[in-house]
C-alpha cells in the first residue's frame, strides 16, 4: 500500500530534550516536506526537500533540522525542544512537478512542557 | 500577496441536502487549486484539483468542485451530504513565488458538520 508513515504518533516531552519524528514513504517520490499545523495558524511549512541531500527551509525553519540520506526517509530533528513546538506535525511526499498531489501522512501530535 | 480564503469556519448541513465549502485565492500565475479533507485524528487526505481544462472537477467520494477565473473562487460541493463527509476541509494553492520549491498556500479550514 502506497503511504507517507510517521512515527511516534503521540509524544510527550520536556525541554531541551532532543527529539527526533520519522518520516517514511513507499513511492519513491522526489518531493518531501514537513508541515505543522496550530489553530488558527493552519499548515506551515517548516523545511523541504527536492531530492536526497537537497534540503531547504520552508516558512518557520527555526528550531527544526532535517536530513535526506535516502530518497524514501526525512526525519525531522529538534534539537532543543520548547514549549512553543507544541503542535501537530505532518510530513508529506509528492512526486515530481509543483502540481503533483502531495500525499500525508497520519501526524504527530507534540507536546513539549 | 498571494492567498487562500475560506471565508466559513463552519458549515453545518443536514444529511441528504447538498453542501457547499468555499473557496477564493489570490495568485499571481494560473491557479493550481486543491481541496484536501482532514478526518480526525488522521491526516490530511486529497480530495481533487484545478490544474486546467473543464471548470468543473470531479473528485474522491463525490465531491466536486468548480473553478471560476473571474470570481477567483474554488468551492467545493457534494449534491448530497453523508454524516461520515463531517471532517476538515483545506483548500490550498501553488505558490508561485516558491520557485522550486512545491509548497502549497493553505487556507485555514473549514469544520464541515453534516446533521443526520
Known amino acids: 500500500e502506497a503511504q507517507v508513515t510517521q512515527n511516534p504518533r503521540y509524544l510527550i516531552t520536556v525541554t531541551g530534550k532532543k527529539l527526533t519524528v520519522t518520516c517514511s514513504q513507499n513511492?519513491?517520490?522526489?518531493?518531501m516536506s514537513w508541515y505543522r499545523q496550530d489553530p488558527g495558524l493552519g499548515l506551515r511549512q517548516i523545511y523541504y526537500?527536492?531530492?536526497?541531500?537537497?534540503?531547504d527551509k520552508g516558512d518557520v525553519p527555526e528550531g527544526y533540522k532535517v536530513s535526506r540520506k535516502e530518497k524514501r526517509n526525512f526525519p525531522l530533528i529538534l534539537e532543543s525542544p520548547s514549549p512553543n513546538q507544541t503542535s501537530l506535525y505532518f510530513c508529506?511526499?509528492?512526486?515530481?512537478?509543483?502540481?503533483?498531489?502531495?500525499?500525508f501522512g497520519p501526524g504527530t501530535r507534540l507536546t513539549v512542557l | 500577496a498571494q492567498s487562500v480564503a475560506q471565508p466559513e469556519d463552519q458549515v453545518n448541513v443536514a444529511e441528504g441536502n447538498p453542501l457547499t465549502v468555499k473557496c477564493t485565492y489570490s495568485?499571481?500565475?494560473?491557479?493550481?487549486l486543491f481541496w484536501y479533507v482532514q478526518y480526525p485524528n488522521r491526516g490530511l487526505q486529497f480530495l481533487l484539483k484545478?490544474?486546467?481544462?473543464d471548470n468543473l472537477v470531479k473528485g474522491s467520494y463525490g465531491f466536486e468542485a468548480e473553478f471560476n477565473k473571474s470570481q477567483t473562487s474554488f468551492h467545493l460541493k457534494k449534491p448530497s451530504a453523508l454524516v461520515s463527509d463531517s471532517a476538515l476541509y483545506f483548500c490550498?494553492?501553488?505558490?508561485?513565488?516558491?520557485?522550486?520549491?512545491?509548497?502549497?498556500?493553505w487556507g485555514l479550514g473549514t469544520s464541515l458538520a453534516v446533521n443526520p
Open positions: 508529506a511526499s509528492s512526486l515530481g512537478a509543483g502540481q503533483d498531489t502531495q500525499y
Open positions: 513511492m519513491n517520490h522526489e518531493y
Open positions: 526537500s527536492m531530492n536526497v541531500e537537497v534540503t
Open positions: 495568485v499571481s500565475g494560473n491557479p493550481y
Open positions: 484545478y490544474i486546467t481544462g
Open positions: 490550498a494553492v501553488r505558490d508561485y513565488n516558491a520557485g522550486n520549491n512545491r509548497k502549497l498556500i
